[in-house]
C-alpha cells in the first residue's frame, strides 16, 4: 500500500509556548518500500509516525493511503513502539491475540494466527509463559508478533530494538529482514542508529529539526540479505552519517550549555543519539 503525506505541519501548544514541531512535510513510500527515519532527538520523527498512525492530528496537511485520506487510526496500520508496551497480567499468545480481539477477530481464527506469527518470530515454546518471564529482545519479538497479526499492510515502528543489546538486535534485524520480505509490507522504521538504518531499508530519509522537515534521502540499492560486514555497506554509513552529523551537532548547540563543545569522535558516542558503533 503505498503512502502519501502531503504537506504535513504540527504545532504544540503549551500554556508556555508554541512548537513547530514539523514544518510542511511532504514525501511518498511506495507499496512494500522499506523506510527508515533517521535524525535527531526532538525533530518529530516520533510526532510523524503518530499521525501516520492516526494517533496524534497534524494541525495542517493530509495523509493518503492508497489515495485515500486518512485522519483516525486503523487496521491497515499497524504500530509497534521502543517499549514493548505489552500486559505483563497476560499470557504471551494472549498479548499476541489482543489487538485481534478487540478488532472482533473470532476465537479460532485468532489463535491459529497468533501461532503462525508467534512461529514466525521463533516464539511457540513460550506461548504460555507470562512476559516478565521473558528477556528484552523476547518481549520485542512478542510485539512484533502481535503488530503481524492485524495483517495490515503499512508496519510503523519506532525505534523497536533500541533497548536491546547489539547482539539481540542483529538478530531481529536479521528476522525483521525476511519477515518484510515474506509479508511485503510497507514499513516505516525510525532509529537512531545509522547503520541499522542502511542495513534494513530501502530508502533512508533523514530529518532536520527546529522545525522537522525532511533533509535528505538515500536510495540503498545493495543486495539482501545484508550485513554490517559489508564494504559498500560501510561506505554509504559514512555518506548518511555525514549528513545527520550536522543536525545533531545543530540541536547539541542549542540544547547544551554554553560552556560544552563538540569534539570529533564525542559526537558519535552520545548514548542518546546512538548513531552506530565504531564509525
Ligand atoms: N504532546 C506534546 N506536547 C508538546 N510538545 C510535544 C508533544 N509531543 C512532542 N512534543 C515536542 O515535539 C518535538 C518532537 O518530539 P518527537 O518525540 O516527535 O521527537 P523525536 O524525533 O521522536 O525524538 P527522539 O529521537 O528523542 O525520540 C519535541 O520538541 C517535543 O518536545
Ligand atoms: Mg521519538
Redesign the pocket.
Known sequence: MSLTIKGIS?K???KTKQ?L??DNINISFNDGEFICLL????????????IIAGL?KPTEGKIFLNDKKVDDVGVDRAMMF?DSALFPWLKVIDNVEFGMKIAGVPKEERREKAIKYLRMVHLTKFQNSYIHELSGGMRQRVALARALTLDSKVLLM??PFSALDSQTRSILQIQLQRIWMETKKTIIF?T?NVEEAVLLADRVVV?A??P?KIKGEFNIKLARPRTIENTDLSYIVAQVMKELKEEVEKVAKAEYDSDWSIEEGNILHDP??NMGNGI
Open positions: 504540527k504544540f501548544v503549551t512548537t514541531t514539523l535524525g535527531p532527538s526532538g525533530c518529530g520523527k516520533s510526532t510523524l509516525l503518530n496524534e521502543q519506532d525505534e525510525v537512531h530529518m529539526a527546529n522537522g542518546d543519539n
